[in-house]
């Protein structure tokens, strides 16, 4: 396992967004105003993220949260592993109870899985897709966003 990044889950994106590029200054690595994600150096290229806490309660199936905004998750712990099912399959036979199944999220280019530690912070596991299984909208976000590099 590798750490990635630290993912805030925020409500309003671009104040967040302007906040963190515009007032500190961080330089945004992905991204843009008016998108769902966005990463900032912090000495890691992609340390700290933001992403809509909506579409994370979408997700991981809580729709709670979606109508609640105190059930909203505030942040996510996020670590990379070489195989989602494989690191899936092993937790599962140490006890750790899952809040999603392994799936490809397209719109992402990842594979993930989400669950919880014994404080209740949600941990995303996570491997690259390969760009084929991408979405087209991440497709064109990628040409878009090194364009402008």
């Given at each position: 396992m590798k750490f990635?990044?630290?993912?805030?889950l925020v409500n309003d994106f671009d104040k967040c967004f302007t906040f963190y590029n515009d007032i500190l200054?961080?330089?945004?690595?992905?991204?843009?105003?008016?998108?769902?994600?966005?990463?900032?150096?912090?000495?890691?290229?992609?340390?700290?993220?933001?992403?809509?806490?909506?579409?994370?309660?979408?997700?991981?199936?809580?729709?709670?949260?979606?109508?609640?905004?105190?059930?909203?998750?505030?942040?996510?712990?996020?670590?990379?592993?070489?195989?989602?099912?494989?690191?899936?399959?092993?937790?599962?036979?140490?006890?750790?109870?899952?809040?999603t199944e392994p799936k490809d999220m397209t719109a992402w280019g990842i594979r993930v899985t989400h669950f919880r530690d014994p404080e209740n912070n949600l941990i995303e596991l996570f491997s690259d897709l390969p760009k084929e299984k991408w979405d087209d909208h991440l497709i064109e976000d990628e040409k878009d966003f090194q364009k402008g590099k």
């Open positions: 990635s990044n630290i993912r805030l200054g961080l330089e945004c690595t992905w991204g843009k105003l008016g998108d769902n994600f966005a990463s900032f150096n912090i000495g890691n290229p992609s340390g700290l993220t933001l992403f809509k806490a909506e579409l994370m309660s979408i997700a991981i199936n809580n729709s709670d949260a979606k109508q609640n905004e105190i059930l909203q998750d505030k942040i996510a712990i996020i670590v990379q592993v070489d195989n989602v099912n494989e690191t899936y399959n092993s937790l599962q036979t140490k006890g750790i109870k899952s809040l």
